[in-house]
């Protein structure tokens, strides 16, 4: 990887302040409903310990623009990341403030602390210099580690580094090294794998997969977006009118390139999004007026899953069903385990998706799993994300 990382630089009697993800799911009460974030910038903490660095970290939790909220403090997270680490997180409650600096002075190497939620601050979404400058007073080097904040510029994770010396953590640097992968000289014949319901979204990286795939597999309310495109009635399924046309010119642009893009054959219709009562599995030219489309259908699964099984590379975004109602998640499933069956390096990218296989149980026989939304797309559509420009170069 072209960037400096915690392992370029001398770490021993310095304060680190490190920006992690630990924007964790939570239940309705409150708790923390899944510690996946927590234990993905583990590897960078504890490195940072055994370097002889006192560890200043900070994240964000939801979206409390600007102001604290309560059921967004960071406090059950510091109690979940002591008990993975084993040690004490000195949580001050605060993201600025006399407390802070006296506690971040008080660190010695070999403890941690956690500041409070960055978002309660009003300067740390607008990136404000003044609130980077004080987050930056409190340590000696940046250590950058939330790759999912990355295609964001904000204070603790963008401005900061134009006052302390920047290099990346371990998580950052899987995530670079696993989604450049795809992107340069992939091992073909490149598979991509395109669902999910946000098409306005995904057309940057249709696109960049046109430039790379042999084939691309589409599914989830984007492919009802494509078959309308080609004039399939579709009934009550989830079509976005305003895509129509974007549908129709990356078809075309498919087949003057000679991508192969393939279009569900059959596809699980129901009466409702969140009900499988009456649901069954029909060929897409015979989707009933009053049904939608839910799911790929079991032809449409055995299909993809010969692309895949023949695959050097896949690249995965967006789930293929509405997978949040089980009956509906087979095709996803499916596709899942074809993907973690087949020798292919292959990379899972987006919330949802993530999430979907996770629960197919194969996570573990995925290449890599990005911990990414917006970030992972953006970084596939080949855009210069500002939180790894701003770590310094080899
Ligand atoms: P990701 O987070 O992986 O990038 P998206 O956010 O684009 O994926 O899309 C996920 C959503 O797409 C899920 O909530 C899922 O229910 C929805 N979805 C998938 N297939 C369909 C469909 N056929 N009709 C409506 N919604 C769908
Ligand atoms: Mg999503």
Not at 80 to 101: C, D, F, M
Not at 183 to 194: E, G, R, S, T
Not at 301 to 308: D, N, P, S, T
């Amino acid at each position: 990887m072209p960037k400096k990382t915690v392992k370029d630089v001398e770490l021993k009697d310095k304060r680190a302040f490190t920006r992690v993800d630990f924007n964790v799911p939570r239940a309705q009460d409150g708790s923390i409903s899944d510690d996946t974030k927590i234990r993905a910038a583990l590897p960078t903490i504890s490195y940072l310990l055994q370097q002889g660095a006192a560890v200043i970290l900070a994240s964000h939790l939801g979206r409390p623009k600007g102001q604290v909220q309560e059921d967004l403090r960071l406090k059950a997270v510091a109690e979940r990341l002591e008990e993975l680490l084993g040690q004490k997180v000195v949580y001050v409650g605060e993201v600025t403030g006399p407390k802070v600096t006296r506690a971040a002075e008080e660190l010695k190497p070999g403890q941690v602390m956690l500041l409070e939620n960055v978002r309660f601050h009003p300067g740390e979404t607008k990136n404000d210099p003044e609130l980077a400058k004080i987050y930056a007073a409190l340590a000696d080097i940046f250590v950058s580690d939330a790759f999912g904040t990355a295609h964001r510029a904000h204070a603790s994770n963008v401005g900061i580094a134009a006052y302390l010396p920047a290099v990346a953590g371990f998580l950052m640097e899987k995530e670079i090294t696993n989604l450049s992968r795809i992107l340069h000289d992939p091992q073909k014949p490149v598979v991509a794998i395109v669902g999910g319901s946000k098409t306005a979204d995904k057309i940057g990286v249709l696109t960049k997969f046109l430039q790379l795939a042999d084939t691309i597999l589409l599914g989830g309310g984007m492919a009802n977006t494509f078959l309308a495109a080609k004039a399939y009635r579709l009934g009550r399924s989830l079509v976005e009118k305003d895509q129509l046309q974007q549908a129709a010119a990356i078809m075309e642009t498919a087949e003057k390139h000679g991508v192969r893009l393939c279009l569900p054959v059959d596809a699980t219709v129901a009466y409702d999004l969140h009900e499988a009562k009456g649901a069954r599995n029909v060929s897409v030219d015979a989707v009933p007026a009053d049904m939608m489309v839910v799911d790929i259908g079991e032809e449409t699964r055995k299909l993809y899953a010969a692309y895949i099984r023949e695959a050097g590379t896949v690249v995965w975004n967006g789930p293929l069903g509405v997978f949040e109602t089980d009956a509906f998640a087979r095709g996803t499933i499916a596709i899942a385990q074809a993907v973690a069956g087949s020798d292919a390096f292959s990379v899972i990218g987006g919330g949802d998706v993530v999430a979907a296989v996770e629960k197919a149980g194969v996570a573990g026989k995925i290449s890599h799993l990005s911990t990414g939304g917006g970030a992972t797309l953006e970084f596939w559509e080949g855009k210069e994300l500002p939180g790894i420009a701003v770590i310094q170069n080899l």
